[in-house]
Every structure is written in structure tokens, then in C-alpha cells.
């Protein structure tokens, strides 16, 4: 009778292993890079005070992505127009509060599908801005609630939520404060989360790390480029990443046009 039931248990435990077996041989080993991809995204930036408290965000942005025959701005890729109206709290804390229309164009050559679908956003921002020395350090938290769609005719918009902490660096180099003619280098890096019912094996959208190099034309108008390396999981598959080494041009424009004597100190904003 012990026998018996030694055998049964044996017969047990060497099928509960076998299934474990199989189901670990299933299981990926190692995560997945894709092939680097080249972009270009050229961006505007508008800060544009409208009271002593208030501001109006307004961003357009036009991405560009490489094709078989050319590197980074072979074709079009996103249109951006983010817009929002802004407080300002302190000369270092700022929040926002809008909406964004983003235009996807379809970059694959073989895709038989639209063209163009657009994708909707409803975003908030909490940037604290903080001196130390002649530099300064930002800490931007963004919240986006976003409807996007496929390419094919039947396809579904889909809702997720994105959670993104960046942390940034302002250097001057020709200057101990910022200043119009005043050169400046600016490290970031930014961590990009999803979360949402079409988003379960696949959390991390992205991983931005980003230089640039930029000059204070005027208090109005800075202009600045950099170059940046990002990877994130695809949405399809959690176990597949993907690469981008991306130029950007970035142009920042803050007209003021209250009063001279309404105007607060200098505020600190950012992208």
C-alpha cells in the first residue's frame, strides 16, 4: 500500500516538474533589441504670459524618421499641437492643464492600411525648478491620459495612461547666470511609464537620454539642438525593445505683452 502511494506521488511530482519544464522553455530567456532607428524632431516651445499668474503652453512639434535610403528625416512621422494654460505658483513651482492633438503618419512601406490617424491627449505638469550655484536643475512631472488607434479601418481606440518623470540640468558656460549671449549645456533624462487594460506585459514606453547645447538669442527667444538615445518595450510584445538615436532643434519663445510694470521677476519655464 505504501508502495502504491510512493508511485502516485512519484507519478505526480514528475508531472508537475515536466509542465514546469515545458513552461520555462516557453519562457524567454533574454529581452530583444531592435535595430536602431535615426529620427529628427524639430520642436517649438511657447510660453506666453497672459497675467501676473497665468501662461499659455503652446507646443507644435514635427518628428521625422528615417527610410531605406535616408537616415533621420526621410519621412514625416508625428505632427504635435500641445496646448495648456499654466499657473504659476512660485518663481519655482508651475503647473498645467490641457489637451494635445497628435496627427501619426503610417512610416511602414509595406502597410497597405490609412495613412494618417490622429491621437488625443488630456495632459497635466508639475515643474520645480531649483538653483544651485549658476545652475539649475529641474524636476518635471507629466501625466498624459491618452486615446490612440491603429492604421487599419476596423481599429479601436485604445486608452492608457503614461507616467513621466524627467529630471533635467541647465549649465552656462560663458556666463555664472543666464543671461541673453549666454551659452549653455543641458543633460536630462526622462523615464517614461504606461499603464492602461492594452498594457500588461509592457510598462516601460521609454527611456530618454537627451544632450543638448543652446544660446540665449534674447530674454525672448533661446534656440538649442541635441542629441538623444532612447529604448522602450513595443506594446505587442514586453520581451522586444526599441531603439531611437534622435536629432533635435529646439526653439523657445516667451512673449510677455502685459505692462512692463505687471511683470513678475524672471520665471523659471521650461519644455
Known amino acids: ?48 504670459r497672459i497675467s501676473k ?40 513651482f508651475n503647473v498645467s492643464l490641457g489637451g494635445v492633438l497628435r496627427l501619426n503618419f503610417n512610416t511602414d512601406p509595406e502597410s497597405v492600411d490609412r ?9 497635466h505638469q508639475y515643474m520645480f525648478a531649483m538653483p544651485l550655484s549658476s545652475m539649475m536643475f529641474y524636476h518635471r512631472i507629466r501625466i498624459e491620459h491618452r486615446w490612440t488607434q491603429g492604421f487599419a479601418e476596423d481599429s479601436e481606440y485604445i486608452f492608457r495612461n503614461r507616467w513621466r518623470y524627467m529630471f533635467k540640468a541647465k549649465i552656462p558656460i560663458n556666463s555664472d547666470k543666464f ?7 543641458s ?29 540665449i538669442l534674447n530674454p525672448r527667444v533661446t534656440l538649442a539642438t541635441g542629441i538623444m538615445y532612447s ?6 510584445d514586453g520581451d522586444v525593445f526599441k531603439q531611437n538615436w534622435t536629432m533635435r532643434f529646439h526653439v523657445y519663445f516667451s512673449p510677455d505683452f502685459r505692462k512692463v510694470k505687471n511683470k513678475l521677476p524672471a520665471i523659471h519655464l521650461d519644455d
Open 53 to 92: 499668474r497665468l501662461f499659455w503652453v503652446a507646443q507644435t512639434h514635427f518628428r521625422f524618421e528615417e527610410t531605406e535610403d535616408t537616415p533621420f528625416v526621410g519621412q514625416i512621422g508625428q505632427v504635435y499641437n500641445r496646448h495648456a494654460i499654466g499657473y504659476i505658483y512660485s518663481k519655482y
Open 231 to 236: 529604448q522602450g518595450q513595443t506594446l505587442s
Open 179 to 185: 543671461k541673453p549671449k549666454t551659452f549653455y549645456i
Open 187 to 215: 543633460p536630462e533624462a526622462e523615464l517614461i511609464m504606461q499603464s492602461g487594460k492594452a498594457v500588461v506585459g509592457s510598462p516601460m514606453e521609454d527611456l530618454r537620454l537627451h544632450a543638448s547645447f543652446g544660446y
Open 1 to 48: 500500500m505504501i508502495e502504491k502511494k510512493c508511485t502516485y506521488l512519484f507519478l505526480i511530482f514528475f508531472c508537475l516538474f515536466s509542465a514546469l519544464g515545458v513552461e520555462a522553455q516557453d519562457e524567454p530567456t533574454e529581452s530583444k533589441f531592435k535595430e536602431p532607428v535615426t529620427k529628427l524632431w524639430v520642436n517649438t516651445y511657447g510660453n506666453i
Open 115 to 123: 495613412n494618417l490617424v490622429p491621437e488625443w491627449r488630456i495632459w
